[in-house]
T-cell receptor, first 114, second 115 residues
Framework: EPEVTQTPSHQVTQMGQEVILRCVPI?????FYWYRQILGQKVEFLVS????????KSEIFDDQFSVERPDGSNFTLKIRSTKLEDSAMYFC????????????FGPGTRLTVT | AQTVTQSQPEMSVQEAETVTLSCTYD???????LFWYKQPPSRQMILVIR??????QNATENRFSVNFQKAAKSFSLKISDSQLGDAAMYFC????????????FGQGTELSVKP
């Protein structure tokens, strides 16, 4: 069964450093998403991406964040200058089309900022 | 704006018993989908069940079923014959075409299963 993969599974970084979280969505999916979950809290939408551009972003997704689909398979989330409050689980998800279908979530990347 | 509320931070059930997790939502849209996701300690998000708003029939998946009350904007999850492996955090989520497919999650309910 196809699945969304994410690397790394756990990233530890120092405050102020740049991090890139990587995702490989399911190959024929067209819509991609990043979500964030601070420990003990709910999952929050960060950004959606379609046709090589951002289709929507939340208030959380400020200028420190960027997304990219550098090739036909990878989908990345970059945080330019990490803050302590960026420590969270980051999930990538994808769906086949713009209709509402099951979102396939990756296993997540745990980001720890020290 | 759409909101999803889960008013039960924690629930407990005896193994083999039935438990119901509550979820309410607020929306002005008529066409949308509702989901229940399970998040075990590994923190992987696993889809349990989904309900299309235009369908009157409640969705079922094996031991999992929902009680979808569209007028009341209520979407509860019933787990029958609870198993130890059902212990997890459960999130209710809302999605719609107008929202571009993004999901809006509730705060979650931590379910423990007692042997």
């Amino acid at each position: 069964e196809p699945e969304v993969t994410q690397t790394p599974s756990h990233q530890v970084t120092q405050m102020g450093q740049e991090v890139i979280l990587r995702c490989v969505p399911i190959s024929n999916h067209l819509y991609f998403y990043w979500y964030r979950q601070i420990l003990g809290q709910k999952v929050e939408f960060l950004v959606s991406f379609y046709n090589n551009e951002i289709s929507e972003k939340s208030e959380i997704f400020d200028d420190q964040f960027s997304v990219e689909r550098p090739d036909g398979s990878n989908f990345t989330l970059k945080i330019r200058s990490t803050k302590l409050e960026d420590s969270a689980m980051y999930f990538c998800a994808s769906i086949l089309s713009g209709g509402i279908y099951e979102q396939y979530f990756g296993p997540g990347t745990r980001l720890t900022v020290t | 704006a759409q909101t999803v509320t889960q008013s039960q931070p924690e629930m407990s059930v005896q193994e083999a018993e039935t438990v119901t997790l509550s979820c309410t939502y607020d929306t002005s849209e008529s066409d949308y989908y509702l989901f229940w996701y399970k998040q075990p300690p590994s923190r992987q998000m696993i889809l349990v069940i989904r309900q299309e708003a235009y369908k009157q029939q409640n969705a079922t998946e094996n031991r999992f079923s929902v009680n979808f009350q569209k007028a009341a904007k209520s979407f509860s999850l019933k787990i029958s014959d609870s198993q130890l492996g059902d212990a997890a955090m459960y999130f209710c989520a809302y999605g719609s075409y107008n929202q571009g497919g993004k999901l809006i999650f509730g705060q979650g309910t931590e379910l423990s299963v007692k042997p």
